[in-house]
């Protein structure tokens, strides 16, 4: 973990290739870049992902995004940058890049979260009951998420049992497996256990709407979605296209879910970006 600005971050790929940021997942934390590591050095990537979660939780909405936004802004150093965002991080990439304009090259979302707000999205989403809270019963919410932190310290089994018991599709092979336990459990902790105050801060700007954030995207987007995702519902990713008014693809994965779609993305965003 390093410091850009007092912002720590995790870097991943090759120092001198091409700069692209990484918006990690919510619960979520820089080490899932890890993932990228292989792949960014083959096609000669700088991957970078900030510890968002570990700004004050006193900078809210649109300051936090302007925060964001100058830190990446002096990483570039006057040149261009790509953005990837996961899942809810996909909601901060969006929003940072409406301060990152003539900077942004290309805006790839992975399984995305779109707008509450946008359609009935929640009733078909795993997390119902922790986002009708966020919106409902912001202070019932924060207990939660405390006790989620108490849970990440003394019994991280069980908080991983707790979040992927709803696992579909590919997900929920891909849960039982020693090696992605081993990827995401620190992930949880780091998150929960260090960072819980910009968790709830970040869910807590999800479930607030956003949707207008979508039309003013002027990214060159691309969607990477699994077509069973319970997560982030396909729906979002259709609504993005939609809804985006730049040039934005979608490519659905058949039976990928939330995390699985990630592992299939990776590999080929790294390869698309070396080519553009």
């Known amino acids: 973990m390093f410091l850009e600005n007092q912002l720590k971050f995790v870097e991943s790929g090759n120092i001198d290739g091409r700069t692209v940021i990484y918006f990690h997942g919510a619960p979520g934390s820089p080490e899932e870049i890890s993932i990228f590591d292989e792949h960014a050095k083959k096609h000669n990537l700088h ?5 968002r979660f570990s700004i004050d939780s006193s900078l809210q909405n649109e300051a936090y995004y302007k925060y964001l936004a100058s830190v990446i802004i002096d990483k ?3 040149g261009m940058v790509d953005i990837i965002g996961f899942s809810i991080g996909c909601h901060a990439a969006i929003e940072t890049s409406l301060y990152l304009k003539g900077t ?7 399984s995305a979260a779109a707008p509450l707000d ?9 997390g119902k009951m922790v986002f009708s809270m966020a919106m409902k019963y912001p202070t019932i919410f924060t207990l939660l998420s405390y006790w989620q932190t108490i849970l ?3 019994a991280p089994n069980v908080l991983f049992k707790m979040l992927f018991a709803s696992a579909m599709g590919e997900d929920k092979i891909l849960s039982k497996t020693a090696d992605f336990k081993g990827f995401i459990n620190p992930i949880l902790i780091h998150c929960f256990k260090s960072n819980v105050k910009g968790y709830i801060r970040e869910i807590k700007q999800y479930v607030t709407p956003w949707g207008n954030s979508i039309v003013k995207c002027s990214a060159n987007t691309h969607i990477w979605h699994g077509t069973s995702d319970n997560w982030s519902p396909v729906g979002m990713a259709r609504y993005l296209k939609e809804t985006i ?6 490519e659905l994965i058949t039976g990928l879910s939330h995390y699985t779609c990630l592992y299939a993305a990776v590999p080929k965003i790294c390869s698309q970006l070396e080519k553009t």
């Open 47 to 51: 991957i970078i992902c900030y510890d």
């Open 76 to 78: 570039a150093n006057g």
């Open 104 to 110: 942004v090259r290309e805006l790839h979302l992975i």
């Open 118 to 126: 946008a359609a009935e999205f929640i009733n078909s989403m795993a």
């Open 152 to 154: 990440a310290k003394i």
């Open 245 to 250: 008014t730049t040039s934005t693809h979608l």
